[in-house]
């Protein structure tokens, strides 16, 4: 047995390589934890705003983030007291798998892909339990770790054709069920027209989504503690997606209600924010229902589940007391120091990666390249600034664009919009879904292109044209966009994220532009297209000498 002191230093050298892993992974992954930060709550940047509303603000569909890592450290202290773990080191897959996810993370750096690297962050963690701890302790580990991804927003264009689809499913069900329950409703776009001339309109907050991805963290925490087994568990995790539909559906059914017995407003106000916690209860007993149920047709059938305590066959005995401690002293090895070299190393390329950024484009950029005063192909001119609201700007996670508008004698007025975005590429994501989701009804769309402009040739563009409700009937606009994206254009938004990930992987400037041209449509679509497009093509010269 070793001396006293020498215990006593090892403790303490253990210890200190534990703190010096913990702040290597901190300084790896800082910039992603910030970003992930302000995806749970887009206003926190809001510092004019109270605490509470910097938190409830901002349309997030994972405010349930902060709750993961909590729920998974938890998880993982309950498995190492109450169950019985090995240590058996896996070096070389270990020290493979931990080598291969952070030049993951390093490469999603410098390409600017924020979201990679938190998932990069979970195989970061199995590769430290398989590297320090070994194969067997993953496999009684995995859960918590896994959990983690659910803390990881997903880009807002990938989840934006699921919003917009869930929010019309949920709308339909809720229509129907509130018809079936006797009350008159019409479904048009995202607005719910009720008698009495009140109209009510699902917002994205309510279209399901929310719901969806806090409810497959859940699904996954209730499905690993269930007592059903095998492919079974894994379809009560599946339940989890028509679960979150039908809960939204019944949410939007009682908003229905509240708004025809009462008012717009009651709906639209404190029943709105009850009834977005009441569903998450809603969906629990769904969920413990489809459990119950299960087994009880098993047991009708003649083929009843063996329910069986969690870990029953794995709990730690009076021998495995040492367990902690033996655990703990994994770290003070050959292969702990190994590790926290990696980290410490990815943790100093992550930090120079983060330093050389160099200027991206900005809206300061754009109003000095675009005059004010404007002579296009004979007609004057005038353009005066717009903001965009607040809630918007939460949305697209960006304050950095330009908004102006153009009038001339006698022509209706055009709406030239730049939308930058400099990291998460959100902001330049495509108008299609925004449109609808605003309830604008989208009645055409197509690829034009802009007639040659000197120096480039012809720039591919994308037509809308949308019918929007107003008092006085539909008005009818046009829309005419393109993406820049380093010295290119294209009207592919997929091409745009893909060469802006080229460009981040080689110059460093990440930076991408949504332009957006729009105006009324008063006599026809050629009129209103031949006016965009005179604006848009006299404009690209003076963009391309400012955003090089």
């Keep these: 047995m ?18 010096l892993l913990a702040a290597g992974l901190a300084a790896a992954f800082w910039l992603n934890f910030y970003e992930m930060w302000l995806r749970w709550f887009p206003a926190w940047r809001r510092t004019n705003l109270g605490l509470y509303d ?4 901002g349309e997030s569909y994972y405010t349930h983030g902060p709750l993961v890592p909590l729920v998974a450290v938890l998880i993982g202290v309950l498995l190492v007291r109450y169950t019985r773990i090995r240590v058996f080191p896996q070096r070389i897959l270990g020290g493979a798998l931990l080598v291969l996810c952070l030049l993951f993370h390093l490469t999603s750096r410098l390409a600017r892909v924020n979201f990679a690297s938190g998932f990069a962050f979970v195989g970061v963690l199995a590769g430290l339990v398989l590297l320090i701890w070994g194969g067997r302790a993953l496999r009684r580990l995995w859960f918590p770790v896994v959990l983690l991804v659910f803390m990881v927003p997903l880009p807002e264009v990938t989840i934006s054709d699921l919003n917009f689809r869930l929010k019309m499913l949920a709308a339909d069900w809720g229509v129907a ?24 309109v699902i917002a994205n907050v309510c279209n399901g989504l929310r719901t969806l991805i806090s ?9 690993y503690v269930c007592r059903l087994r095998g492919l079974w568990r894994i379809g009560l995790f599946a339940m989890t997606i028509p679960v979150a539909v039908a809960s939204n559906s019944l949410r939007i059914v009682a908003l229905i209600l509240v708004a025809d017995v009462w008012d717009v407003e009651t709906a639209a106000g404190w029943f709105h924010d009850v009834s977005g916690v009441l569903i ?5 007993l769904l969920m413990f229902g489809i459990e119950r149920l299960v087994l009880w047709v098993r047991r009708e059938v003649g083929r009843p589940a063996k329910v069986v305590p969690l870990f029953g066959d794995v709990r730690r005995s009076s021998s495995d007391t040492q367990q902690g401690a033996v655990l703990f002293q994994a770290m003070h090895s050959r292969r702990g120091w190994v590790a926290l070299v990696l980290i410490v190393a990815s943790a100093a390329c992550a930090w120079w990666l983060s330093r050389t950024i160099p200027p991206m484009w900005n809206h300061r950029m754009a109003q000095s390249a675009l005059p004010v005063h404007w002579n296009v192909e004979g007609k004057q001119l005038y353009g005066y600034d717009l903001k965009l609201d607040q809630r918007t700007l939460t949305i697209l996670e960006t304050n950095d664009y330009l908004y102006r508008r153009y009038v001339g004698a006698g022509t209706p007025h055009v709406d030239f919009c730049i939308i930058f975005s400099k990291d998460n590429r959100k902001g330049t994501h495509p108008p299609d879904r925004c449109l609808e989701g605003s309830g604008e009804g989208i009645i055409a769309k197509a690829g034009v292109s802009l007639p040659p402009v000197p120096g480039r040739g012809c720039v591919p563009c994308r037509e809308i044209i949308v019918q929007v409700p107003t008092r006085d009937g539909i008005l009818n606009q046009y829309f005419l966009y393109t993406y820049k994206c380093g010295r290119e254009y294209t009207s592919s938004f997929w091409e745009q994220q893909f060469i802006i990930f080229l460009n981040g992987l080689t110059d460093r400037n990440a930076s991408g532009a949504l332009i957006r041209v729009s105006t009324d449509i ?13 604006l848009l093509h006299a404009s690209i010269p003076h963009l391309d000498r400012a955003l090089k």
């Design 2 to 19: 070793a001396p006293p002191g020498t215990r006593r230093k090892k403790l303490w050298v253990t210890i200190a390589l534990w703190l």
């Design 54 to 57: 910097r938190i409830v603000q």
């Design 177 to 200: 069920l509130a018809n079936g329950v006797g009350i008159i409703a019409e479904r048009t776009g995202n607005r719910v027209y009720l008698t009495g001339d009140k109209t009510f």
């Design 215 to 223: 409810l497959l963290a859940f699904g996954a925490l209730y499905a």
């Design 280 to 284: 998450f209860v809603v969906a629990f």
């Design 522 to 534: 008063h006599t026809s679509v050629a009129e209103a297209r031949q006016r965009s497009m005179r």
